[in-house]
């Protein structure tokens, strides 16, 4: 992790002894770094193939998933060999999930380009493709063997991507470090513009990640805390199809979040202050916590109910929450009534609208 | 294992605790069984859906995949729900595949109704679909909570298809087994004819395979020895599109077997009487052994050599074979040079030929 990695990219990846490397990339990031990326790494003795796909989150689909192991087979990349996932979230998740795959298994590396990817998603081993059914519903548990995270990648980033990776960043203060989320509040515009706080945000972020993940690899118990407003951010996802121009990950989860604080404050097992004070920081911070902010709205309380129960954080038919005592203290609520969810969207629906 | 396992299906699966349970299976298998089996799994109290695909090779594709994966979340199958196999080798592969991705794995149970699925696929966790590259060239290691194995179900089988699963029975003896090889000519009309020599072979194969994958389920070592006929034999299955009614992949190992033999013969490492052995029983079993009995022809050697270097088995570029230093001796050669199987294919092609 650090400013400029790319540039030292040759020969880190060179260090794993691979021959063979296929680039997965997309149409927004291949034309701006694959060659560069696969020129060092061809400088370095491996063989390279750069696969290309339409950006956005439809590409995280079956058919994509088919191309590319189709290509990397095509590339002749061998046990041992490499997959590098160049590009966002959905790169990483869908490349990763082809290395998982094609021949039951070769190499990742991860190249996250995005805010969002390099503290979230490029670490932890989570790959997959989303299902008619919802987001993420098929996948695999594939480590990386390496993840390069280049912030200085980050200056060209889109503000409304920044903001949403930023969102990933804040949730990691908000389920066990109180501090972090008050250096947060009073760091995050130099997050934004590039200073060394955005290399410490980062940092951080993937230290209390891979922390969490090491403890539970398979999501069996604690990792369930990083889907803190997830469930909520999940169903908002899928009740607008999944189409970034009404909303994108990162600002679903940031509804999610303050939902899960307003939603603890109804449950009577938060003090209403720290909701407040979580949604006036990521308002500040530009981004959307109200149901009514999402453009074309979200549909009736039955059919956010109806998302919800597609995720796959349910067990024996009951609803699991990521639910807060207070900033810092999430913890896992299963078995919350869908009565109790139910009440709390009604009213969610009723005073979020004008 | 055993005779009338299917009968006690329901308590059996119902040990393992689950609430749901898909069944995957085919147009063949699924009329006679899937019934049966979802009402005893309803009795013992679980939530039953059947999903049926078409018989046969073509099914372990990237679009059955999605139509399993698709279906399986369609049913409400959570974490620690069950997907039910129901079938031979495909069934097994494509829906321990599904199984292993779906919400990035859920709990499988094997219940193989093909003398080849119960003596080789539904042990060691080895599932995938086939790609345009190969055979299985897409999947993941997944091992099954439960295998049921009844063999009163190859009482129905056709014969063709027993011929098929009895080479990987006769396999195991000649990997390093010379004993139960010598068993498998005195004994096998009885393994075909359903007697208790057929439990015994089953019995026999399982335990074989089985002490192979636990000292290495990955592949990285001694597993490869279940490959013995494989590097041949899937190259004549690619080479044939996957057609079975050319060759079905038993057919193709009992000729790749043999030609492993005549190969290490070809190479001196090998007693020539051996080779004539396993090809005589081979034979006597109503199984092919030579490239010339494959309808329609196997294609030149250098289509058979392009067909063997897309095989996952190979490693930087060299050709790995198991090869035999006689019955019940076989060995991992890597680094095979192409011009010795070059040679060894013309001299094949020249002398099976009349």
Redesign the interface.
């Known amino acids: 992790m650090g400013r400029g990695l790319l540039g030292e990219a040759g020969s880190r990846i060179a260090a794993l002894e691979a ?1 063979t490397a296929a680039i997965v990339t997309d149409g927004h990031v291949g034309p701006l770094y694959a060659e560069a990326l696969a020129a060092s790494l061809q400088q370095h003795g491996l063989r390279v193939s750069i696969i290309t796909l339409p950006p956005g989150e439809a590409t995280k689909s ?1 058919a994509s ?2 191309r590319v ?2 290509a990397v ?2 590339a002749k990349v ?3 060999d490499l997959v590098v996932a160049l590009g966002g979230g959905v790169m990483g998740d869908l490349a990763g ?1 082809a290395a ?6 070769v190499r990742l590396v991860q190249v996250p380009t995005t805010l969002l990817s390099q503290v979230d998603s490029s670490v932890g081993g ?1 790959t ?1 493709i989303n ?4 987001k993420n ?5 594939h480590q990386p063997s390496l993840v390069l995270a280049d912030t200085a990648l980050l200056d060209t980033l889109p503000i409304r991507e920044m903001r949403a990776g930023y969102a990933e960043v804040v949730k990691y203060g908000l389920i066990d470090d109180p501090d972090f989320f008050a250096w947060c509040e009073a760091n995050w515009r130099g997050v934004f513009d590039g200073g060394p706080e955005r290399d410490e945000a980062v940092a951080q972020s993937c230290r209390a990640k891979a922390a969490v993940v090491v403890k539970d690899e ?2 069996d118990g604690d990792r369930a805390l990083l889907n803190l407003g997830h469930t909520f951010g999940h169903a908002l996802e899928r009740i607008t199809y999944y189409d970034s121009a009404r909303l994108v990950h990162g600002e679903g989860v940031a509804i999610g979040m303050c939902q899960a604080f307003r939603f603890s404050v109804a449950l009577g097992v938060c003090p209403p202050a720290d909701a407040e004070r979580v949604e006036a920081h990521l308002s500040e911070a530009g981004l959307p916590t109200r149901l009514a902010q999402v453009p074309g709205g979200c549909g009736t309380v039955d059919e956010l109910l109806d998302a919800m129960a ?1 995720d ?1 954080k ?4 009951a609803l699991t929450f990521i639910l807060v005592r207070g900033i810092g203290q999430s913890f896992i609520a299963r078995d919350v009534p869908v009565a109790s969810v139910r009440a709390f969207l009604q009213d969610e629906n009723s005073t979020s609208r004008p």
């Not at 998982?100 to 298994?105: D, F």
């Not at 519903?137 to 548990?141: E, R, S």
Request: net charge positive; aromatic share 8%.
């Open positions: 021959r079956y998933l088919e192991c189709d087979l095509e061998e046990r041992g999930f998982a795959v094609v021949r039951r298994g989570k997959g299902s008619l059914h919802g519903l098929v996948g695999a548990f398979r999501e597609q796959k349910v067990k024996g038919g």
